[in-house]
């Protein structure tokens, strides 16, 4: 399979160019939807439920899978909501470790399945607490939210970066 080389853009939150809120016929370059053996319906909404208090906002039938790219891709209508990227292959969605890149504006970001919780937060800043939470130096979610964006990183049982979740809770034009 010849994959495009994806690259990831924290400023402005966009893959290849396409921002999240575009059209999802933008992500064309990506060919078919590739799903995973082992899709089974409503991992996300148990994923959102978990750093959410159990208020999951989207449904499965609209999420793109992307497994050999190790990329889901959320929507509603036609527009994007948000990249799920799995940097590991033994994640427990059967999704390929993701082999993109991702950048900030120009700089360059190494994000890995070995970054740590520590560099995250020198490269991120301390992450954002849940709504009436305090932050939780082992829990295994960083979040960054601001109004309706959020950006979560979540971390395997060694601590090592496992998951980047870029979401935007916004309603859709």
């Known amino acids: 399979m ?4 994806l690259v990831f853009d924290f400023d402005g939150w966009k893959l290849n160019g396409v921002a999240i809120g575009e059209d999802v016929s933008r992500l064309a370059f990506l060919g078919e939807e590739i799903p995973t053996e082992r ?3 409503g991992w996300l909404e148990k994923l959102v439920n978990r750093f959410r208090g159990g208020k999951a906002r989207y449904l499965q039938d609209n999420i793109l899978e992307y497994a050999p790219y190790g990329l889901a891709v959320e929507f509603q ?3 994007i909501l948000g990249y799920n990227f799995f940097l590991k292959h033994s994640n427990p969605f059967g999704y390929d470790a ?3 890149q991702f950048v900030n504006g120009l700089q360059p ?6 970054t740590t919780r520590a560099e ?3 490269l991120f800043g301390p992450p954002t607490p849940l709504e009436g939470e305090e ?3 082992d829990d295994p979610w960083l979040t960054y939210a601001q109004a309706d964006w959020d950006l979560t990183f979540s971390l395997d049982d060694d601590g090592q970066l496992e998951t980047i979740e870029a979401l935007w809770y916004g309603e859709p034009s």
């Not at 010849?2 to 080389?5: F, V």
């Not at 970001?109 to 070995?114: D, G, H, I, K, S």
């Open 2 to 5: 010849n994959a495009p080389l």
């Open 39 to 41: 899709s089974r319906p």
């Open 77 to 79: 209508g036609s527009t």
């Open 98 to 100: 993701y082999k993109g």
């Open 109 to 114: 970001l190494n994000l890995t399945p070995y």
């Open 120 to 122: 995250l937060i020198a």
């Open 135 to 137: 932050l939780d130096p």
